[in-house]
């Protein structure tokens, strides 16, 4: 079945510096793809609907300049988190939408610890 | 405004019982439905899913129900079992390869 590896599965950093997150689908061309981001015992909130070749969509109230998502390939979409502060601290999740079916399958998640 | 609803928090069955999780949606334009498996520090797991033009479909020990009318629908797992335990989001998505939304999410909890 279709695969999507999301890199790195956890990461701490400081307050103030960046941190890029990786989204690749291994075995089938993505042309969208979306990121979430879940908040501890809530549900997956869309942020962004990611497209190849063409500039991400945000949802309201997501900043756009503080998480930059870049779609360049078939089969990778980055999301960087810009200048993080504690509040960024949340788990992101990517997912890719396969052509043929209504296929979504996601990454595992990536836990972004800002201290 | 939330558009995908899971009322129920948490629920509790006894393995070899049905577990019946429940979702409600109010947008009318939502055409696609999907069921996840989630743990904890991981990503959802694709269950099943139906289209709005369908009001039953099964795999396996899974059965999704559609009610158009009513903007519900429900998961039936049978029989339950315990690695079944763990939280279960609805999802629904107005176009194809659109943008999901996500219910709250319901911990399922079967007991040995």
């Known amino acids: 079945g279709a695969v999507v590896s999301q890199h790195p599965s956890r990461v701490i950093c400081k307050s103030g510096t960046s941190v890029k997150i990786e989204c690749r689908s291994l075995?089938?061309?993505?042309?969208?793809m979306f990121w979430y981001r879940q908040f501890p015992k809530q549900s997956l909130m869309l942020m962004a609907t990611?497209?190849?070749?063409?500039?991400?969509?945000?949802e309201q109230g997501v900043e756009k300049d503080k998480f930059l998502i870049n779609h360049a390939s078939l089969t990778l979409s980055t999301l960087t988190v810009t200048s993080a502060h504690p509040e960024d601290s949340s788990f992101y999740i990517c997912?890719?939408?396969?052509?043929?079916?209504?296929?979504?399958?996601f990454g595992s998640g990536t836990r972004l610890t800002v201290v | 405004d939330q558009q995908v609803k899971q009322n129920s928090p948490s629920l509790s069955v006894q393995e070899g019982r049905i577990s019946i999780l429940n979702c409600d949606y109010t947008n009318s334009m939502f055409d696609y439905f999907l069921w996840y498996k989630k743990y904890p520090a991981e990503g959802p797991t694709f269950l099943i899913s139906?289209?709005?033009?369908?009001d039953k479909n099964e795999d396996g020990r899974f059965t999704v129900f559609l009610n158009k009318s009513a903007k519900h629908l429900s998961l039936h797992i049978v029989p339950s079992q315990p690695g079944d335990s763990a939280v279960y989001f609805c999802a629904a998505s107005a176009i194809s390869y659109g943008k999901l939304t996500f219910g709250q999410g319901t911990i399922l909890t079967v007991h040995p």
């Open positions: 139906i289209s709005s033009i369908k």
């Open positions: 997912s890719a939408a396969e052509q043929g079916d209504y296929g979504y399958t």
């Open positions: 075995d089938f061309q993505a042309t969208t």
């Open positions: 990611s497209n190849e070749g063409s500039k991400a969509t945000y």
